[in-house]
């Protein structure tokens, strides 16, 4: 017998973390379900092309991670689950399985898929086999999307749960990352007290021709238009005319249309999911768990090389 899909791991997970309601540890669900569905010692053994983790372990995983984003499992803390009311609900439908079409009814799930989508059709990272309208590349870059999407949100949590002046010094650290600024030096954080709405400033560039104000908001609620123009006012009060707004929610579609149409000074908007993406994208609170290399033929060896 060959191992379960991910996909049909997530009913069974589900039933069980339904049994007694209670908070449990990812890998005490493992252990359970693979008794529960007569996994063999052997199967579980088998490793994924990378030979860093068990295939089993990999597709059980996946399965949690879908039933998290479908809001059926919550996540009191690191590493464990607990079924939701949204979860008991389902499973009193008495679904024959449950798969990604299934969890589409979720708003949650379907905004997840759609921050893992670029360009190409939805692929499942684990599926047992390529589709076959897709080339090889492309599956690899599909499933790069799922897992990105996973990380940036994996991140987002993470960042929420930080002290407030943490994350202050966090976004500009970020900046100072991405090119701003000679040095750490260059980046300042605003004591609080009458800064008018101002967390930090960070140097334009290295010479410090010009200097970039920075709001840094570490919010649930989505951040509106009043605050924008808060932020505004306080960058009229310091006689400067570009700011950054970071954000560890959303923005409301009246403060985006705001800084829009602001011609007297220029203020950039950063939400929670982009924040998460430019922390990736320059290596800020994550690291690098693998490397894949693709190769090709270099024509160039065999037509110019002496042999």
């Known amino acids: 017998m060959s191992l379960p899909t991910y996909d049909q791991f997530m009913l069974p997970l589900l039933k069980l ?8 540890h990812i890998a ?7 008794q529960r569905l007569n996994i063999t010692p052997e199967q579980r053994a088998i490793k994924s092309p990378s030979g860093r983790q068990s295939i089993f372990d990999n597709r059980v995983g996946w399965a949690n991670t879908y039933l998290r984003k479908a809001g059926l499992l919550s996540r009191p803390k690191r590493g464990c689950v607990q079924i939701t009311q949204r979860g008991r609900d389902l499973l009193a439908e008495n679904p024959p399985a449950i798969d990604d079409l299934y969890l589409q009814r979720f708003d949650e799930f379907r905004e997840f898929k759609e921050r893992s989508i670029s360009e190409q059709s939805f692929s499942t990272p684990q599926d047992d086999a390529p589709s076959p309208t897709t080339t090889p590349e492309e599956t690899i870059s599909q499933a790069i999307g799922v897992l990105d999407a996973e990380l940036r949100d994996e991140l987002l949590d993470k960042v929420k749960q930080i002290p407030p002046d943490r994350f202050e010094g966090l976004v500009l650290k970020l900046l100072h990352a991405m090119g701003y600024g000679g040095s750490l030096k260059d980046v300042e954080g605003v004591p609080r007290g009458p800064d008018g709405g101002i967390d930090g400033t960070i140097k334009e560039d290295k ?31 310091v006689g400067a005319r570009k700011g950054v707004f970071l954000t560890t929610s959303t923005y409301t579609q009246q403060a985006i249309a705001y800084a829009s149409q602001l011609r007297d000074s220029k203020i950039i908007l950063i939400d929670g999911q982009k924040l998460a993406q430019l922390m990736i994208e320059h290596d800020v609170g994550v690291s690098v768990k693998e490397t894949f290399h693709i190769k090709r033929i270099d024509e160039d060896f065999f037509t110019d090389a002496d042999f």
């Open 207 to 237: 010479l410090g021709l010009d200097v970039i104000y920075i709001q840094a908001k570490r919010w649930e609620n989505s951040v509106g238009r009043e605050k924008v123009q808060a932020f505004q006012g306080a960058l009229a009060g």
């Open 17 to 24: 973390a339904a049994e007694d309601g209670q908070v449990h």
């Open 28 to 34: 005490e669900l493992r252990e359970k379900l693979a």
